[in-house]
């Protein structure tokens, strides 16, 4: 049976291998494609997610994060309790260096910059997220010109925070909303892409054995 997502609309996520990036005793790096869920839905039909799949190979592993359903990219999974809580103090006190690729609407009228804008879930449009100076959280994204599109341009980003949504209401409130973005792009810049053009580029974060830092990367389907 086809799960239907919040929106209404049928959850039919890509059939794609699990695209394993680095495994070890401790971690297990995989590149979630977009259109898969992180963990499974709370509504029936919607078990099929990265979590799933990751158990069924590596039964072991442990969840640590999640990436948006319709984004894609790297997530990190432990292998053992120990694993576990280092890699969460790491997220924690931020440590971990997450950076992302995106393709938006437009092109900025600078090389580079710091949006700094306190978000918060718009709970009438849940999951929306929106921001307000007076009860949102701190959010920090920087960005960095990396090349020009068809439609605006290509931006290399590092959220400072980890809110929900961030870099895509971010990169909305200066103006160059992410392409193919079904939440928060207006008409011409959903349909100028078929997916949410915002990748997890890489990570890199201390090794929880020994604490030597190590990088991982998946490169950009688009």
Known sequence: MTGLLPSGAPYLPPTDPLCVLHADDSLLLVDKPAGLLSVPGKADGLEDCLEARVKAAFPDALLLH????????????????????????????????????AMVWGTPGAERGRIDAPLICDWPRRPLQKICAETGKPSVTDWELAGQGPHGARLALTPLTGRSHQI??????????????????????????????????RLRLRHPEGGAWVEYEAPAPF
């Not at 990436?67 to 997530?75: A, E, F, K, R, Y």
């Not at 909305?172 to 100028?192: E, N, Q, T, W």
């Open 66 to 101: 999640r990436l948006d359903m319709d984004t894609s990219g790297v997530m990190v999974f432990a292998r053992s309790r120990l694993a576990q809580r280092h890699l969460h103090k790491q997220f924690e006190g931020r440590v971990l260096e997450k950076s992302y690729l």
């Open 168 to 201: 895509r209401v971010h990169l909305l409130s200066i103006g160059h909303p992410i392409l193919g973005d079904r939440f928060y792009a207006p008409k011409d810049a959903l349909a100028a892409a078929p997916r949410l053009m915002l990748h997890a580029h």
